[in-house]
């Protein structure tokens, strides 16, 4: 303060230093402010939309029709993100022209029981002339007819005694006929018996409790402790015979879909009952002629279990961007450009007017997809495998529209909020980018994870139902039933007719015996010769 009582040049200095200072941090303030509201926002849209709209991804056509009449509306600065899609100089894609609805006609292969319906023969005069009528044809309608029932098989076993031996021998020698082992020893439930309440169970998603209701409205009483028992005796005595023979040729498949999904098992050890376990997911290449589908039931999520499944495994891995799926150091990484995609799909549903970047990321993707579909339909030149045909279209098309999608990303990146949908997606997409775009330089790559998920949602539709595992034996034993269905689904084969061999032919086979018949896609082969 000088003698004057007017503030210093310095205390003027200092003061100004504080109040730039102080703008800052509320310029700071603010700023974290408006990304907080844009995050807010973007979680309200999404709990509107999962409350209110189709869930499907379908709904995104809708958004984008919305999104294009709006364009004059919206003002929000998005069009210097805007960008031209690179020409690929492929034709457009034609729209696939609906099906004729009506109702198919029962399969030639059913047996077809006659139920005849005559006149009464005082309706057989002609009502002109009254003469006999004689019958000249016959009109005949289909239906289709289906019996649930239910029987006791008698297991007859024939004894036989010597005579000789009865009237004059100390001992009598008794030979009763040998049966069949049986699935479960002991158990009245037959082969067949067991496949039912499996089907039930693992194909249709009927809890336990209603599969007992089914057998009850049959006349047979049989609680849900029993099925247990027999899903989980079934699983540990036989079913798990092939599933180790199908991890083993699984593992030297040359490429292998991963994937994971929880699951809630009540009475774990050292574990709350509300708490989360998984099943981690494994299948072989679309194309493989040896179709496999492998749940592993483990308490955790930790980089073990996919090392301990897959050991040295050495070939290509297509996975999400999880790391527990890259510590497996042998294998060659992908990732999955649907994953990619979804994230931009929440993205687009966040914004009331649709539009903006994430309309124009989807178009990329679009673009991607339209042309991996022609590189899958197209014919390979003389001499040319499928796979280095795939890859040279890719290389041709594919190629340029993931530079100029690459370029828009790193464009964007620095304008977007971190900490929201959109920001998520740049950020994701970015980081991925090496593994996502491998797939270019080999033709058996697939594009995306999708083939591995759509077999997970059998899974979660039956979790739906069902809503958790009782014990961890029980959660073992559906991996296992889980995996032999999902890849009797893969290899085209009945999972019923399939169970109802596998189960009265695995007891009569000691357990060094070769099973490799007994595998769905040899059983498929058998089935068709």
């Not at 016959?138 to 239910?150: D, P």
């Not at 194309?287 to 496999?292: R, Y």
């Not at 999880?322 to 966040?350: D, I, N, P």
Request: a neutral charge.
């Amino acid at each position: 303060m000088t003698r004057t009582g007017e503030p210093s040049i310095a205390e003027l200095m200092a003061q100004l230093a504080a109040n730039a200072a102080e703008i800052a941090a509320l310029k700071a303030e603010k700023e974290a402010l408006s990304q907080r509201v844009v995050k807010l926002e973007e979680e309200l849209a999404l709990a509107k939309l999962h409350r209110f709209a189709p869930r499907s991804e379908k709904h995104v056509d809708r958004l984008f029709n919305e999104a294009e009449e709006a364009a004059d509306e919206d003002d929000s600065g998005d069009g210097d993100d805007v960008v031209d899609l690179p020409d690929t100089g492929l034709p457009a894609v034609e729209s696939a022209v609906g099906k004729k609805r009506g109702r198919r006609p029962l399969p030639e292969d059913l047996p077809r029981e006659r139920v005849g319906y005559d006149l009464p023969d005082d309706q057989k005069a002609c009502p002109c002339c009254d003469s006999q009528m004689h019958r000249m044809g016959e009109a005949v309608t289909e239906q289709l007819h289906i019996e649930v029932k239910a029987k006791v098989l008698q297991n007859v076993r024939f004894k036989y005694a010597c005579r000789h031996c009865d009237r004059t021998g100390i001992n009598t020698p008794v030979v009763i006929a040998p049966m069949p082992t049986q699935p479960l020893p002991g158990s009245i439930a037959t082969a067949s018996t067991l496949a039912f309440a499996l089907v039930h169970k693992y194909v249709d998603g009927t809890p336990l409790y209603r599969v007992a209701q089914t057998f009850e409205r049959a006349g047979v009483p049989i609680s849900r402790g029993a099925l247990a028992h027999w899903v989980i005796g079934s699983s540990e005595k036989h079913l798990h015979r092939i599933y180790d023979a199908l991890k083993l040729r699984l593992r030297s498949q040359p490429l292998i879909h991963g994937d994971e999904t929880t699951v809630q098992v009540l009475k774990e050890k050292d574990k709350e009952a509300t708490s989360t376990s998984y099943m981690w997911a494994y299948r072989s290449s679309e194309d493989s002629d040896q179709p496999i589908v492998l749940l592993d039931y483990q308490p955790g999520r930790g980089q073990v279990h996919p090392q301990t499944f897959l050991g040295d495994y050495r070939g290509i891995l297509v996975s999400d961007g999880y790391t527990a799926w890259r510590t497996l150091h042998g294998a060659t990484h992908v990732g999955c450009m649907a994953h990619s995609r979804r994230r931009f799909v929440e993205a687009l549903k966040t914004r009331k007017n649709g539009g903006g970047p994430p309309e124009q990321a989807l178009r990329f993707f679009e673009q991607l997809y339209r042309i991996e579909k022609q590189a899958r339909d197209k014919t390979p030149d003389a001499g040319e495998t499928t796979a280095d045909c795939i890859r040279r279209f890719r290389q041709q098309h594919s190629l340029p529209v993931l530079n100029a999608l690459k370029a828009w990303l790193d464009a964007i990146a620095p304008k977007v909020v971190p900490d929201t949908k959109l920001g998520d997606a740049v950020s994701y997409t970015l980081n991925q980018w090496d593994y996502l775009t491998r797939y270019t330089s080999d033709g058996r790559i697939p594009i995306d994870n999708n083939i591995l998920e759509r077999e997970i949602r059998v899974f979660a539709t039956g979790r739906k139902s069902w809503l958790f595992s009782d014990t961890a034996d029980g959660a073992k034993a559906s991996a296992v039933v889980y995996s032999l269905m999902l890849t009797c689904r893969a290899c085209g084969v009945d999972p019923l007719a399939w169970l109802r061999y596998v189960l009265t032919e695995l007891p009569q086979r000691d357990e060094r015996a070769d099973i490799v018949d007994l595998l769905p896609f040899n059983f498929a082969r058998t089935e068709a010769a």
